[in-house]
Nanobody, 123 residues
Framework: QVQLVESGGGLVQAGGSLRLSCAAS????????MGWFRQAPGKEREFVAA????????YYADPVKGRFTISRDNAKTTVYLQMNSLKFEDTAVYYC????????????????WGQGTQVTVSS
């Protein structure tokens, strides 16, 4: 099985930056496309960014384009989400997920999930 553990969340002022990490263990990590999702209180879990297994292809949700960057280091079995120019509306629990076959943009397309890390942006 695949295990994912997020870290790096915290409290930051609007305009600031955070870097989230997702450490993977288990089997077949390098064969998975990886995604970041987020969920705010009272809202559905939404797509943030995705990256192919090789790191050669990335996709971003419109609200984070130009501000967030997804990357991966397969040697360290770690995926990152660099978040710059943070806004109050970025406040959410951020989840790392692994997709066996497709760079999906919907939560139900992903096979494994981390426990989430809280990101709070103050205004």
């Amino acid at each position: 099985q695949v295990q994912l553990v997020e870290s790096g969340g915290g409290l930051v002022q609007a305009g600031g930056s955070l870097r989230l990490s997702c450490a993977a263990s288990g089997r077949f990590f390098s064969s998975y496309a990886m995604g970041w999702f987020r969920q705010a209180p009272g809202k559905e879990r939404e797509f943030v960014a995705a990256i192919s297994w090789s790191g050669g292809t990335t996709y971003y949700a419109d609200p984070v384009k130009g501000r967030f960057t997804i990357s991966r280091d397969n040697a360290k079995t770690t995926v990152y989400l660099q978040m710059n120019s943070l806004k109050f509306e970025d406040t959410a629990v951020y989840y790392c997920a692994a997709d066996l076959s497709t760079m999906g943009r919907k939560p139900d397309e992903y096979d494994y999930w981390g426990q989430g890390t809280q990101v709070t942006v103050s205004s």
